[in-house]
């Protein structure tokens, strides 16, 4: 099969945007990803994937921390930044002692509990040990290109 008409058929899913983030030595890194989702509610799970050519992927396995930002619709500028376009102004918080972005729809602290190889990715399985939540609308990804939301009028007849 074809790479380009796998990446092509994989781009039908659309996903939100997130921003991972972890902490190395007192230097944040960090990466756009869609490879994340949820795992478990008990415990509280969720997985990130990593591809084997990323820089987070040894500072993830160093710190065995990370952080999931999902990101609100006027936050393009994130995903760009930390998709390798960097931009100016990157406004950290902190959540239990953790770089999270601020304004993120989600943001979410986890401890590595395991890693899986699989492929050309590294999973990591993080269980949750905080998280804050925002009322915004989400940054989407679908087709190659960002999205937003847009609201259907229901039509009576």
């Given amino acids: 099969m074809d790479d380009r008409l796998f990446r092509d058929a994989m781009g039908k899913f659309a996903t939100g945007v997130t921003v991972l983030l972890t902490e190395n030595e007192g230097e944040t890194h960090g990466m756009t990803a869609n490879g ?4 478990s509610l008990d415990p509280k799970l969720v997985v990130i994937s990593i591809g084997h050519k990323a820089k987070f992927l040894e500072k993830v396995s160093q710190s065995k ?15 760009r930044h ?6 100016e102004a990157i406004e950290f918080e902190t959540l239990a002692e953790h770089p999270v972005l601020k304004g993120a729809i989600t943001q979410i602290v986890c401890e590595v509990v395991s890693e899986h ?21 989400p940054l989407l990804f679908f087709g190659g290109k960002y999205r937003q939301l847009t609201e259907v009028e229901t039509v009576k007849l």
Avoid: W
């Fill in 36 to 39: 994340f989702m949820s795992v």
């Fill in 117 to 137: 190889v699989e492929g050309d990715h590294t999973l990591f399985v993080g269980k949750v040990v905080d998280l804050r939540i925002a009322d915004k609308d």
């Fill in 65 to 79: 921390k990370y952080t999931v930002n999902i990101l609100a619709k006027d936050q393009e500028h994130y995903s």
């Fill in 82 to 87: 930390f998709a390798g376009r960097p931009c």
